[in-house]
T-cell receptor
């Protein structure tokens, strides 16, 4: 079946630095990738939708200059948290689909801790 | 705005008990419906999905869900749970003409051996 690989699984960074998270579709070409944020004991909140070769579409309230998304190929999207602050600490999850089978496949998530 | 509600935040039950998790959505148009499961420390996995046809959908691991259009509901059921069903369960809705999943708040299920 479809597999989405997300790295790193955990990262700790200092406040003010930037962190890049990668999301790769391993065995299919992902027309669209999605980035979610999950707070403890809460649901997944969509941050942005990323289409290959075009600018990401951000949900209301998500700072696009803070959460930079690049979707340079059909198999890779990256989320860069710039100038990270402790309140950015969260669990970030990506999802990818090719829309042929409505297969929203999820990565295993990245636990970001900003100290 | 479209919303998805899962009324049970936590469910605790014993093995062999029956499970039913509620899911209601607010969007009035045509929707596709999903249930995902997240086992501890793992990524979300699709349990089942509904696009059209028979409103009673069977998924993996003995789960099923029933779409009741008049009630805007898509409840998840399993007749007899196992300890390994301990996980968090998420209902999600996709507008038929859209591409963004909207998730419910999730239900944590603990099955006691």
């Amino acid at each position: 079946g479809a597999v989405v690989s997300q790295h790193p699984s955990r990262v700790i960074c200092k406040s003010g630095t930037s962190v890049k998270i990668e999301c790769r579709s391993l065995d299919f070409q992902a027309t669209t990738m999605f980035w979610y944020r999950q707070f403890p004991k809460q649901s997944l909140m969509l941050m942005a939708t990323s289409n290959e070769g075009s600018k990401a579409t951000y949900e209301q309230g998500v700072e696009k200059d803070k959460f930079l998304i690049n979707h340079a190929s059909l198999t890779l999207s990256t989320l860069t948290v710039t100038s990270a602050h402790p309140e950015d600490s969260s669990f970030y999850i990506c999802s990818a689909t090719d829309f042929q089978n409505y297969g929203y496949t999820f990565g295993s998530g990245t636990r970001l801790t900003v100290v | 705005a479209q919303s998805v509600s899962q009324h049970n935040h936590h469910v605790i039950l014993s093995e062999a008990a029956s499970l039913e998790l509620g899911c209601n959505y607010s969007y009035g148009g045509t929707v596709n419906l999903f249930w995902y499961v997240q086992y501890p420390g793992q990524h979300l996995q699709l349990l089942l999905k509904y696009f059209s046809g028979d409103p009673l959908v069977k998924g993996i691991k003995g789960f099923e869900a029933e779409f009741i259009k008049s009630k805007f509901s898509f409840n998840l059921r399993k007749p007899s749970v196992q300890w390994s069903d301990t996980a968090e369960y998420f209902c999600a809705v996709l507008k038929a003409a859209g591409n963004k999943l909207t998730f419910g708040g999730g239900t944590r299920v603990l099955v006691k051996p």
